[in-house]
């Protein structure tokens, strides 16, 4: 008997004893965490025995299942869309694939399935599904990986009422089958103006607290001139309570400074309650109003910690944001609530938003994304197309973007003026997108659909940090497979048969 072991109250008596396979010491302990990253990719085959990694793999499985089960209950088609496509010039840069038989020509790895989906839907696939592998080439974080897994969805004469309905079915199947976790329905839902407003994010972390307060009225006419000459150049004040605060060190604070410029703001005002006194060097300009303004909007106490934000809208929201996000980590605030599951939607999104580098518009979401029926007129005059609203919607969970998705364009010529709005001339959207044009003229339905990004979903089901715990063989954050040394160099025969030739000059 041994009760400090899992399987203490077993005993094995051995009547025979015959080895299948030697095994060499271990690289590393599997009953312990090990920080050393590499070593775990390296040796993945083994750090998959660990019961905590075998455990996320078994929960990925028990997601997906449910989320087939619940969209097979639904009546949805679960359709395989081709992995050697075409580069189209919408999105993130592609993985491309050399063509032998068509020299000089390449083939592209799917982002998503986007455009199969929806011509999926003009072939009468009223509803479909995928379980579809994506390939995006890009700068790797804690939360994406070059190839990745999204839940596909798309479905014919649907509202995003409809969508919407069907994703919180998904997701709350979701939870329950893997963690057995009640999520209630429907989800709350926020404008994206106003979570913009509220927490500085479109995708906002609620369980924190420290909502946005507006205070550009209260100081328009301030004697702090740094506020009131903002405000006169259309600028905002803006401000959060970090309640019990006022202990921040001088390092943290240095730190939430950095993080503001990092966003755009010339530098970060900030008041500490201690002792009964309001200690900043700004204060001796607020007037007893503005004071007073502040003090019931804010709900100020002793060992409050009053952060600003000062500058345009968009900056006020990027600054204050994140440091919302900081904040709360330096605060720990989210301790204690692991189990607290914030799940929303965040709608009305802008259509077009204007990149002041690339002197062009591009789609806040994808060029298919439908505008509002009643915003539709403003494509008209390129002075409004920033306001135009876009009927689009993201689901979103304890700070986390799940899933994003829209009501679809299905009408050729006001697909065709999307794409001139977003810079694509008509030579141009013939050659990269005269497919979809095309099966648009041959009587498209109305149709919507949404994508869920399942790596992340089972990362926020499991409860860990990253989608490399949740995925059997990830890269690591340069795009490597440490295990099998991918990507690697291939003979000049393989390169002469694709007619390609490497311009990578041999290190000295």
Known sequence: MNAAIATGEIEVVATDLKVLNKAEVLPFQLDKELSNEDLRMKHRYLDLRRPRMSKNLRQRHQIT?????????EGYLEIETPILSKSTPEGARDFLVPSRLSPGKFYALPQAPQQYKQMLMVAGIE????????????DLRADRQPEFTQVDIEASFVTDEDIMSLIEGVLAASFKASRGAEVTTPFPRLTYQDAMNTYGSDKPERRTGMEIIDFTDTFANSAFKVFAGTIGKGGHVRAINAKGFACVTTGQIKRLEEIAREAGAGGLAFIKVEGGEWKSPIVKFFSDEEKAILTERLGIEEGDLILFGCDQWSVCCEVLGRLRIEVAAMNHLLEGKEDVLDFLWVTDFPLLDYDDEEGKWNAVH???????????????????????????????????????????IHESDLQARMFRVLGVND??????????????????????GIALGLDRLVMLACGEDSIREVIAFPKNNKGADLM???????????????????TVGEKK
């Open 427 to 448: 030579e141009e959207q013939a050659e990269n997108f005269g497919h979809i044009l095309s099966a648009f003229q041959y009587g498209a339905p109305p149709h919507g």
């Open 127 to 138: 509803k479909y599904f995928q379980i579809a592998r994506c390939f995006r080439d890009e």
């Open 484 to 502: 099998s040394a991918s990507p690697a160099e291939v003979d000049f025969k393989q390169l002469r048969e694709l007619y390609v030739k490497s």
């Open 65 to 73: 299942k449910a989320i087939r089960d619940q969209l097979d209950a």
């Open 366 to 408: 994808h060029p298919f994304t439908r505008p509002k029926a009643e915003d539709l007129s403003m494509l008209d005059d390129e002075a409004n197309w920033g306001k135009i609203r876009a009927e689009a919607y993201d689901v979103v969970l304890n700070g986390y973007e799940l899933g994003g998705g829209s009501l679809r």
